[in-house]
Each structure stands twice: as C-alpha cells, then as structure tokens.
C-alpha cells in the first residue's frame, strides 16, 4: 500500500508562484511512477507532470512545460511541484498519484495510477 499525503494550494495572482508538496509512504521503489495530475471544475482529471521515484525520466504535460518543476527529497520521500507564472487557467484541485512501475507509453493517464492523495486546491486569480 501507499498513502500519499498533497499540502501547499492556496489563492495566488496570476503570475505567482506556489510550491505544492506530496508526502509519500509505503512501498515506493525507484521504479515506480509518482505524479501530479489536476481536474478543474467539470472538466476531466489531466496529466501536469510525472517522475520515476529514483528522480529520474521526468515529463510535464504541454501546458505547464517551462513554469512548473516536479522534484523529489528523497530524505523525507516528498515529491514536489513547483509551479511559477501562475495563469488562471491552472486553476484545479492538484491530486499527485503513484503506481509501482513507470510505463513510458502511459504515464499521462490517470486511469493507470493506483494511489491518489486527497487533492489540493489551487486558485489563480485574474
């Protein structure tokens, strides 16, 4: 089992930053997957970003590519996601996820991650 524990959204203005944290327990290997998808309201859960636990084979989704950074600290297993130059249009509740094994070909889909943290709401204003 994993538990994934996410703190750190908030209200910030466009163009802020804010550093969201995920602290994981449980049985974790550098094989496996940890990320941080994102579902705003109606709408779909969505990939933002993923990493092998080992803090290798990084990817981010299109739209946050050059604002965001996912990052590890491996003394207190907490997985971050720094986001900087905050739109409106990331605008959601931020769950980060894990799955054992980090599969090349389906890291962006939701449906493929067994555990889940409770989400975080971020909230850029205009």
């Known amino acids: 089992q994993v538990q994934l524990v996410e703190s750190g959204g908030g209200l910030v203005q466009t163009g802020g930053s804010l550093r969201l944290s995920c602290a994981a327990s449980g049985r974790l290997f550098g094989r496996s997957a940890v990320g941080w998808f994102r579902q705003a309201s109606g709408k779909e859960r969505t990939f933002v970003a993923t990493?092998?636990?080992?803090?290798?084979?990084?990817y981010y989704s299109d739209s946050v590519k050059g604002r965001f950074t996912i990052s590890k600290d491996s003394a207190n297993n907490t997985v971050y996601l720094q986001m900087n130059a905050l739109k409106p249009e990331d605008t959601a509740v931020y769950y980060c996820?894990?799955?054992?094994?980090?599969?090349?070909?389906?890291?962006?889909?939701?449906?493929?991650?067994?555990?889940w943290g409770q989400g975080t709401q971020v909230t850029v204003a205009s």
């Open positions: 990493m092998r636990y080992s803090g290798a084979s990084i």
């Open positions: 996820a894990a799955r054992p094994e980090f599969v090349y070909t389906d890291f962006f889909e939701a449906r493929k991650y067994d555990y």
